[in-house]
């Protein structure tokens, strides 16, 4: 005779079921974004620094680095990324910081379109560090560390609330013009770029 047909108080409850089920699905979600295959292969002594002060003693290591996207440039049979470094928190997600260690060039092998891949977007990368190029940043000449992409993490934009009514920038009615709209109570979400 089976448990449940002995005890019926032993079988699982609609609500332990979907405990269950939640905890499933939130414990899944906050792995981290880099594959656990490159996150073991990545030297977590190699900090973005060391290797910006001499990226060429580091080729063919693997780094995990991530950033906001600077420019995107897309060329034959490649796309160029450029970063602004920002340091990962656990989830290799880039931290919404005003400190850098610089910037780094990463090439993937395939087309990455510039309206999604765009300026102040949250990416993070695994690759292989294949040396360095110098090149103008402004009027100073910058020695990018250079990245093969190996695989590429582009963060979603993130809501400002999920409320429907907004205390800030907003397309109604409001108390004085911004660059967008009016400041006061607004429908919502807002985006961040």
Known sequence: MLCWQRYPKCLPTIGQISLLLFLTLALSACAPAMSKQYRQQADPTLSFPVLASDPDAYQGKIVILGGVIAQTTPKPGQTELEIVQKPLDYFNE??????????FLVITDRFLDPLIYRQDRKITVAGEVTGSEVRK??????????????ELKLWPLQPWTASP?????????????????????????????
Do not use: A, Q
């Open 137 to 150: 940043l402004d009027e100073l000449d910058y020695r990018y560390p250079v990245i093969k992409s190996r």
């Open 94 to 103: 880039p931290r919404l910081t005003d400190s850098s260690g610089g910037r």
């Open 165 to 193: 009514f907004y205390w800030g920038l907003g397309y109604s009615f409001g108390w004085g013009p911004g660059p967008y709209g009016y400041w006061g109570w607004g429908p919502g979400p807002y985006y961040l770029p």
